[in-house]
C-alpha cells in the first residue's frame, strides 16, 4: 500500500487521458448539482476533501465502459463520484462517462460569485444566473481551464478581471485585486488530494472497499459482491446486469442494483444473505443459468403487476416484497397471479420487509422452496405474518400522507372499476406507461378540498383517505378549494364518476354533515376493500387468530 498526493488537475488528466478507469463493479455518477457545489467550495477554502483510493491492478480489468485500446493499470475504486465532478468542474469528459455527457454539464454548471463579499461564493447556475448581463457569474470551468504560465492564459485573466471592472462589480478593489481572487478559483487545479493505491488481488479490494465510509455511509453489501463476480465472470456486470436496469427502469421499476441482486442470489441460491451463498454460486458457470432464470422472472412480474393496474413499483410501500415475488414466478412460472399478488398486498399491508428484512426474506424463500404447489407456499407464507384481519373503516380514517399502503388501494380500487378522470374527456385513470393512459399522472385530491374545510372541521378528518380521490391534475388544479356542492355541478362530474370511487350524495352534502359522510365512506371503502383481496384470495388459507388479545398485540406491532 503507497500513499501519495496528486493535484486535482493530475487527477483530471488521468481521468481524461484513460490512465485511470473505472471498474465495472461501480456505479454510475449519482452526485447531486449541489453537492458538486460543496466540493469545489472545500477545495477553495482548503478543506480536505476526503481520500481517494486506487488499486494497481496486475491483470486485466473489465471497465464499466466500452474497451479502447489503452489497458490502464489504475482503477478507482473509491472516490468516483469527487473524481467525476473534478472532471465536470473542469468541462472535461472522464473517460469512463458512457453517457450524454451536455445534460450534466448543464445540470452541474457551477458559477463563482467574484462580487460575492460573504457566502455563498458558488451557485448551481439556475436561468436567471445565465441571464445576467455581467461578468458577476463567472462558470468554474472557464477558470480552471486557464493555465497562467502560458503568457495567453494569464493574458486571458486580466482581460476578464478589467471586464469585471468596467461591470461596475468588486467595489473597493481594483482590477489587480480582482485578478488574484479570480487566480484563487484557479489555483484549486493546483490542491493535492491524498491518494491510497493499493494492489491486492480484486477480491480482497472489494473488501476494502466495503469497509471504507464515504460520508458516514457504509457500501451496501451488493456492491461488494457485485465486485466479486466482476472478478470471476470478466464482462457480466457490464454487459449483462447493468443493462437490465436499464431495462427495469425504463418499464417503471426504478429498484435499487442491491434489490435485482438480491433476487438473484433469491433464485440461484434461496437466499439473499450473501455471505451464507455457496462461493462457487459467483462462477460464470453458475451465476449465468441463475440470471437466466432472474430475468424471466422479472419479465413474468412486469407482465402481471401491468395487468392489475401497476406498471412499476413507484406506489409500494416497500420494494423488497418484489424479492420473493419474483422467486415464486421462477418456481411456479403457470401459476395464478391473483393469490400472489394476494399474498404481496397483505405482506405490504403487515409490514413484513419494513426494517431489516433479509430474516423475513429468507424465512419466506425457504417456504417457497419446500413448497411442492403456489397454494403451499402461500399459505406458509401467510402463516409467517401470524394474523391477517379484514380493512376496517377506521383503516380509511388515517391520514392519508402516512399511509402508502392507504394510498395504494385506493388506486387499486380505482383501477378494477375502470375509474374515469373527472374531467370532460374522462380518461381511465391509471399509471400506465402505454396504451389508453399514456402519459397519465393521477393525483391524489381532496373530495371536500383542505382549504375549504380548514376552520371548520377537525384538521385529521381533512387529511384521511377517506376524503382522498384520485383524479388527473388539470381538474385538480380547477377545483382548488371551492365547495363540492359547487364544483361537481360546474364541472359537470358524472354520477358515475363518483360511484366508481365509492363517492356519493357529493352534490347535496353541505360541510356540517361532512362528518357523517366521511364516516360512511370509510364503511364503503372497507366493505370494498375486503371484497376486492377476498376476489383475490380464491380460497387461500388465513392463520389462525389464537385469541383477540393476540390479534390486538400483533396489528399494534404492524402498526409500529
Known amino acids: 500500500m503507497a500513499y501519495a498526493s496528486l493535484t486535482v488537475r493530475d487527477m483530471v488528466e488521468k481521468s481524461v487521458n484513460h490512465r485511470w478507469s473505472v471498474p465495472e463493479f461501480q456505479r454510475g455518477f449519482v452526485w447531486k448539482p449541489t453537492q458538486v457545489r460543496d466540493l469545489i467550495d472545500s477545495l477553495w477554502r482548503g478543506y480536505p476533501v476526503g481520500t481517494l483510493l486506487v488499486w494497481d491492478s496486475r491483470r486485466p480489468v473489465m471497465t464499466r465502459s466500452a474497451p ?47 462580487h460575492a463579499k460573504t457566502e455563498p461564493y458558488f451557485w448551481v447556475a439556475s436561468a436567471a444566473h445565465r441571464k445576467v448581463k455581467t461578468r458577476r457569474y463567472l462558470p468554474v470551468s472557464e477558470l480552471l481551464s486557464l493555465d497562467t504560465s502560458r503568457d495567453d492564459d494569464q493574458k486571458k485573466m486580466m ?165 420473493p415475488t419474483v422467486a415464486l414466478l421462477d418456481k411456479f412460472p403457470h401459476a395464478e397471479f391473483s393469490k400472489v399478488f394476494y399474498w404481496l398486498l397483505q405482506a405490504l399491508r403487515l409490514g413484513r420487509y419494513s426494517g431489516s428484512s433479509n430474516s423475513a426474506l429468507d424465512e419466506d424463500l425457504r417456504e417457497i422452496a419446500n413448497a411442492s404447489t403456489l397454494e403451499d407456499a402461500l399459505t406458509a407464507m401467510l402463516a409467517r405474518l401470524r394474523y391477517v384481519p379484514p380493512m376496517e373503516p377506521k383503516d380509511f380514517l388515517r391520514d392519508y ?11 387499486l380500487l380505482a383501477y378494477k372499476n375502470e375509474a374515469q378522470d373527472w374531467d370532460s ?78 363517492i356519493f350524495d357529493l352534490p347535496v352534502t353541505a360541510v356540517d354533515a361532512f362528518p357523517t359522510w366521511l364516516q360512511r365512506r370509510a364503511d364503503l371503502l372497507a366493505h370494498a376493500a375486503n371484497e376486492f383481496l377476498e376476489n383475490l384470495r380464491g380460497g387461500l388459507l388465513l392463520p389462525v387468530v389464537v385469541s383477540a388479545a393476540d390479534a390486538d398485540i400483533e396489528l399494534m406491532d404492524a402498526a409500529e
Open 401 to 411: 400522507s402516512d399511509s402508502r399502503f392507504g394510498r395504494l388501494l385506493l388506486y
Open 159 to 323: 482581460e476578464l478581471a478589467k471586464q469585471v471592472k468596467l461591470d461596475g462589480l468588486c467595489d473597493g478593489m481594483d482590477a489587480m485585486e480582482v485578478y488574484t481572487r479570480l487566480d484563487r478559483v484557479r489555483k484549486i487545479r493546483d490542491a493535492e488530494v491524498v491518494v491510497v493505491t493499493v494492489d491486492n488481488e480484486l477480491e480482497d479490494v472489494v473488501d476494502i472497499f466495503a469497509r471504507l465510509n464515504s460520508k458516514g455511509t457504509r457500501v451496501r453489501e451488493a456492491d461488494i459482491y457485485l465486485g466479486i463476480v466482476a472478478a470471476r465472470s470478466p464482462g457480466w456486470v457490464r454487459d449483462n446486469f447493468l443493462p437490465f436496469l436499464s431495462e427495469l427502469e425504463d418499464a417503471g421499476f426504478a429498484v435499487s442494483p442491491s434489490l435485482v441482486f438480491r433476487s438473484l442470489s433469491a433464485i440461484g441460491q434461496g437466499k439473499v444473505n450473501f455471505k451464507a451463498v455457496e462461493d462457487a454460486f459467483w462462477s460464470a458457470d453458475q451465476i449465468g443459468p441463475a440470471w437466466k432464470r432472474t430475468k424471466s422472472s422479472w419479465a413474468l412480474l412486469k407482465k402481471h403487476m401491468k395487468e392489475v393496474g401497476l406498471s412499476g413499483n413507484a406506489l409500494l410501500p416497500a420494494d423488497n416484497v418484489l424479492v
Open 425 to 502: 374527456v374522462g380518461l381511465r385513470i391509471g399509471f400506465d406507461s402505454e396504451d389508453l393512459v399514456a402519459g397519465f399522472e393521477p393525483q391524489y385530491h381532496h373530495v371536500f378540498p383542505r382549504k375549504f374545510l380548514q376552520g371548520k372541521v377537525s384538521g385529521e378528518s381533512i387529511e384521511a383517505l377517506a376524503n382522498i380521490a384520485i383524479i388527473g391534475p388539470k381538474i385538480n388544479i380547477r377545483i382548488s378549494a371551492q365547495d363540492p356542492m359547487g364544483y361537481v355541478n360546474k364541472y359537470k362530474i358524472a354520477e358515475l364518476k363518483l360511484t366508481q370511487q365509492h
Open 68 to 114: 479502447d485500446g489503452e489497458g490502464p493499470t489504475q482503477w478507482v475504486v473509491d472516490g468516483q463520484q469527487r473524481t467525476t465532478a473534478l472532471c465536470i468542474l473542469s468541462g472535461r469528459k472522464p473517460y469512463w462517462w458512457n453517457s450524454n455527457w451536455d445534460p450534466v454539464l448543464r445540470r452541474c454548471d457551477i458559477r463563482f460569485d467574484v
